[in-house]
């Protein structure tokens, strides 16, 4: 852990230096997940030549190595320095229900720098900003990002206890608040999931988002992030469901919604989401026959 505090503590020309060479060791040398990789920006982008996708590619793994260095940079930072790197350009949004103690939830996806998004947005707040995350098999790799996570007042919440956090904390009509990333593919034995159009491609969601709306009603929003510069980032929440909004149970309406502006979001710089994700690993066809 000392190392990475020293790590963190580089400038951050330095640590964008070193990133350019990881990103080549990764695509060129040991090939990193690199035919999935390319499998799945030809799936998304079909009307793009073979060299624009091969460019793609190798952005793909710059922006990977960038996310990765910057968390760690984020190790050190403070709160006014990310506050510089990482703007949120309309904060009266999230400010509006602070001040009503009215509980939202931000969507997010792992698009540019998604390890910036709680920290980004919880130091904007005056309140602990939660986060929701998946355990990590490392001890040591999860006891560092839950150290990372938690700065500027974020705290991270554990997955398989997100419901219960809800529950008790709308029993003790506190204020909160958390982000979930909610573009990873449910596993094929989680019988919960919702199937949107992603990409043209009928694609399987998390059912996260629809059962804590359909239960909390509070505000959705999704949290675009756009990249101004390297190592510079603008988050801007879009809203999915409002106050005053219905919600039809079984309508997916949550995740249609999240799924288009992750989309577009993605769109705005190809190269900038996590293709390395085996995000189209099963069709519904292939799960309702494992079913019967």
Known sequence: MIFIKLFSRLPFFFIHSLSYSIAFFMGSIIRYRRSKIAENIKIAFPEKSPLERKKLLFQFYLNLT??????????????????????VLNPEKMEEHIQKNEPFLLLAGHVTNWEWQLSGYASQLNFNFGGVYKPLSSKFTDKLMLDIRANFGGYPIPMAKTMREILVRMKRKEMFSFGLVADQSPPNYDKKREWVQFFNRETAFFSGPEIITQMAKMPVYYAHITRTKRGHYEGRIIPIFQEGDEYVKGSSQITKKYAELLEANIRESPADWLWSHNRWKYTREEIEVEVK
């Open 66 to 87: 960038d996310v990765g260095f910057e968390a760690l940079k984020s190790y050190s930072m403070t709160r006014e320095q990310m506050q510089k790197r990482f703007k």
